[in-house]
């Protein structure tokens, strides 16, 4: 028992990467029905800069968090802006290869700048864990999935309560119609992958936090699931995407348990290939919940 | 208004709109005077979207448009909502994924007078109660007179001078179309200039102060109500007696 609760918590840790990232696969598709696969890059870059700020300037952990947070943010609006804005008459096909080739501009960016694994620097180490009934929880690690939550919830009451959540979901609608409600369509996506990229930069710190060692390939595989995550949810659908980094951690975790580890990325990657064949439209939402 | 009488509200000379190769409108001009009812009839195909795309921005066009006097000319559409033009497209553009009530809301998006808004919502609650009743659906609920009352609504929020309104009467029962023309009446009492575009061209001649005829691209005729009703070629060719 004390090991299933074990590796719940492992769940828990490993879906909240991955529903923070796939928020921003699902949010971009929202409005511009492409698919951004350079976003595992932009959630590497974040780890990238909170290394930048908390060791190689020294920064405490907040300011250096929040400043690689804000600059990922940026980056994700300067991405779009000069990548995919030129293409967003031409065919989905040609902004999703350009995606592409944004996410190996940044790794090889990054590895220019860092030909070597970095290690974010251990912070907590005065932090201690909690234990009951033979399950062990590092307080760090409670923190990182408490904060993970935090953030979902507050995405979840953007999208759902907010004039910018009905803008990005009129967008995601009828993009056509957007203007004559006075709403600025360039300014509102613009937003979008501020919030998205911003969410995966978070996701990267929080993500080095527990795995400190830190390279500029890291955020391939871990787009790929997040990416996974997405489509389990439904892909365009918020609160699908925070349910699909969660069901996705629980499969994974359930194949170490049965399976070999190295199973872990097949049986992934084959739930994405069922999915597309079966259930392109995920798991929760019914066909078309967003126009596509 | 400060302005001299006489001046339109909204002047369009000399506008172009094409798509590609084919050109929608090929030089039209034409002016719409404040508290005006202005209808714009044709065949389907003559170009009246077309031109009203171009008044509020939504498509590339040569020419010029200019409102109160001042140029569009680089105006984004969504500018052109907080310059004072609603333009209620085609087909109704309501967001189905959408309540009733944040359809409504985002319309007021460009508005900061938070009991502005509030007294033009219980407006348009008062005059369609079934948006009242509607206001937690998703838009893709409605039926198509509930949308076209939404989408007039939508426009009422925005709380603009000039409401551009594409074929509003289109899809729906006789009943519901005397409704519409009705509010439209209501909406112009109330100090709105609008400009019609409709292809039932009956109603829409009497419901005007003028008019004009759109005949592939181009303003084949225009004139006052009486003169346009009682005009042989409008009569033989839009009236169908
Ligand atoms: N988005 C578009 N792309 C290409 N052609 C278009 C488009 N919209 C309209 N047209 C063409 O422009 C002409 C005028 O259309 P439109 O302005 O919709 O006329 P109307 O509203 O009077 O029916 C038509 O020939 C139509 O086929
Ligand atoms: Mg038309």
Redesign the interface.
Request: proline residues 5%; contains cysteine.
């Given at each position: 028992m004390a090991y299933f609760l074990q590796q719940f918590i492992n769940v828990l840790q490993t879906g909240s990467t991955y529903s923070l990232i796939a928020l921003g696969y699902t949010m971009v598709y929202g409005v511009l029905s492409m698919i951004n696969f350079a976003h595992g890059d932009i959630f590497m870059v974040g780890a990238f800069l909170f290394f930048l700020f908390v060791s190689t300037l020294k920064l405490p952990f907040v300011p250096s968090m929040l400043a690689a947070t804000v600059l990922t943010a940026l980056l994700g609006v300067a991405t779009e802006r000069f990548a995919y804005r030129p293409l967003r008459g031409a065919p989905k096909m040609s902004a999703v290869i350009t995606a592409l080739g944004v996410g190996v501009l940044l790794e090889h960016l990054t590895l220019a700048i860092n030909p070597y694994p970095r290690h974010i620097p251990a912070m907590f180490e005065g932090s201690g864990t909690w234990s009951a009934g033979g399950v062990v929880i590092s307080q760090l690690k409670a923190a990182i999935i408490v904060f993970s939550l935090l953030m979902m919830a507050l995405l979840d009451f953007t999208i759902n309560k907010t004039?910018l959540g009905?803008?990005i979901?009129?967008i995601?609608?009828?993009m056509?119609?957007?203007?004559?409600?006075?709403?600025?369509?360039n300014g509102v996506i613009a937003a979008t992958f501020a919030i998205g990229a911003g969410l995966g930069g978070i996701a990267g710190v929080l993500y080095s936090l527990a795995y400190p060692v830190i390279n500029p390939y890291m955020g391939v595989m871990v787009g790929w699931k997040a990416f996974i995550s997405a489509v389990i949810g439904g892909i365009g659908n918020v609160r699908g995407a925070i349910v699909g980094g969660y069901v996705l951690g629980l499969v994974e975790t359930l194949t170490i348990v049965f399976l070999p580890a190295t199973y872990r990325d097949v049986t992934a990657f084959s739930l994405l290939l069922i999915l597309l064949v079966y259930r392109p439209y995920g798991l929760m939402g019914k066909p078309k919940?967003?126009k596509v | 208004m400060g302005e001299r009488p006489g001046e339109p509200l909204l002047k369009v000379t000399n506008l172009t709109v094409s798509y590609g190769p084919i050109k929608a409108v090929k030089g039209v001009s034409l002016e719409v005077y404040r508290g005006e009812v202005v209808s714009l009839i044709g065949a389907n195909g003559a170009g009246k979207s077309s031109l009203l795309r171009a008044i509020?921005?939504?498509v590339p066009y040569g020419g010029e448009v200019a409102f109160e006097g001042g140029s569009l000319a680089g105006v984004?559409?969504?500018k052109r909502?907080?310059r004072g033009i609603?333009?209620?497209?085609e087909g109704r553009?309501i967001?189905?994924?959408?309540s009733v009530m944040?359809n409504l809301?985002?319309?007021t998006?460009?508005r900061k007078d938070k009991t502005g808004i509030a007294g033009d919502l219980d407006r348009v609650f008062t005059r369609f109660p079934r948006l009242r009743e509607r206001s937690g659906q998703p838009g893709n609920t409605l039926s198509g007179g509930e949308q076209q009352m939404l989408a007039i609504g939508?426009a009422l929020m925005?709380n603009n001078e000039c409401m551009l309104l594409d074929e509003p009467s289109m899809g729906l029962s006789p009943l519901l179309v005397e409704d519409i023309f009705q509010v439209i009446r209501e909406i112009n009492a109330g100090g709105v200039t609008i400009v019609l575009v409709e292809q039932n061209a009956n109603m829409a001649i009497l419901a005007s102060n003028r008019g004009y005829v759109m005949e592939s691209g181009v303003i084949a005729l225009s004139g006052s109500r009486d003169e346009l009703s009682s005009d042989p070629r409008v009569i033989d060719a839009y009236l169908g007696v």
């Amino acid at each position: 028992m004390a090991y299933f609760l074990q590796q719940f918590i492992n769940v828990l840790q490993t879906g909240s990467t991955y529903s923070l990232i796939a928020l921003g696969y699902t949010m971009v598709y929202g409005v511009l029905s492409m698919i951004n696969f350079a976003h595992g890059d932009i959630f590497m870059v974040g780890a990238f800069l909170f290394f930048l700020f908390v060791s190689t300037l020294k920064l405490p952990f907040v300011p250096s968090m929040l400043a690689a947070t804000v600059l990922t943010a940026l980056l994700g609006v300067a991405t779009e802006r000069f990548a995919y804005r030129p293409l967003r008459g031409a065919p989905k096909m040609s902004a999703v290869i350009t995606a592409l080739g944004v996410g190996v501009l940044l790794e090889h960016l990054t590895l220019a700048i860092n030909p070597y694994p970095r290690h974010i620097p251990a912070m907590f180490e005065g932090s201690g864990t909690w234990s009951a009934g033979g399950v062990v929880i590092s307080q760090l690690k409670a923190a990182i999935i408490v904060f993970s939550l935090l953030m979902m919830a507050l995405l979840d009451f953007t999208i759902n309560k907010t004039k910018l959540g009905m803008a990005i979901r009129a967008i995601s609608w009828d993009m056509s119609v957007v203007p004559l409600m006075g709403v600025s369509v360039n300014g509102v996506i613009a937003a979008t992958f501020a919030i998205g990229a911003g969410l995966g930069g978070i996701a990267g710190v929080l993500y080095s936090l527990a795995y400190p060692v830190i390279n500029p390939y890291m955020g391939v595989m871990v787009g790929w699931k997040a990416f996974i995550s997405a489509v389990i949810g439904g892909i365009g659908n918020v609160r699908g995407a925070i349910v699909g980094g969660y069901v996705l951690g629980l499969v994974e975790t359930l194949t170490i348990v049965f399976l070999p580890a190295t199973y872990r990325d097949v049986t992934a990657f084959s739930l994405l290939l069922i999915l597309l064949v079966y259930r392109p439209y995920g798991l929760m939402g019914k066909p078309k919940t967003f126009k596509v | 208004m400060g302005e001299r009488p006489g001046e339109p509200l909204l002047k369009v000379t000399n506008l172009t709109v094409s798509y590609g190769p084919i050109k929608a409108v090929k030089g039209v001009s034409l002016e719409v005077y404040r508290g005006e009812v202005v209808s714009l009839i044709g065949a389907n195909g003559a170009g009246k979207s077309s031109l009203l795309r171009a008044i509020s921005g939504l498509v590339p066009y040569g020419g010029e448009v200019a409102f109160e006097g001042g140029s569009l000319a680089g105006v984004p559409a969504h500018k052109r909502v907080g310059r004072g033009i609603t333009h209620v497209p085609e087909g109704r553009g309501i967001f189905g994924n959408l309540s009733v009530m944040e359809n409504l809301t985002l319309a007021t998006w460009q508005r900061k007078d938070k009991t502005g808004i509030a007294g033009d919502l219980d407006r348009v609650f008062t005059r369609f109660p079934r948006l009242r009743e509607r206001s937690g659906q998703p838009g893709n609920t409605l039926s198509g007179g509930e949308q076209q009352m939404l989408a007039i609504g939508r426009a009422l929020m925005a709380n603009n001078e000039c409401m551009l309104l594409d074929e509003p009467s289109m899809g729906l029962s006789p009943l519901l179309v005397e409704d519409i023309f009705q509010v439209i009446r209501e909406i112009n009492a109330g100090g709105v200039t609008i400009v019609l575009v409709e292809q039932n061209a009956n109603m829409a001649i009497l419901a005007s102060n003028r008019g004009y005829v759109m005949e592939s691209g181009v303003i084949a005729l225009s004139g006052s109500r009486d003169e346009l009703s009682s005009d042989p070629r409008v009569i033989d060719a839009y009236l169908g007696v």
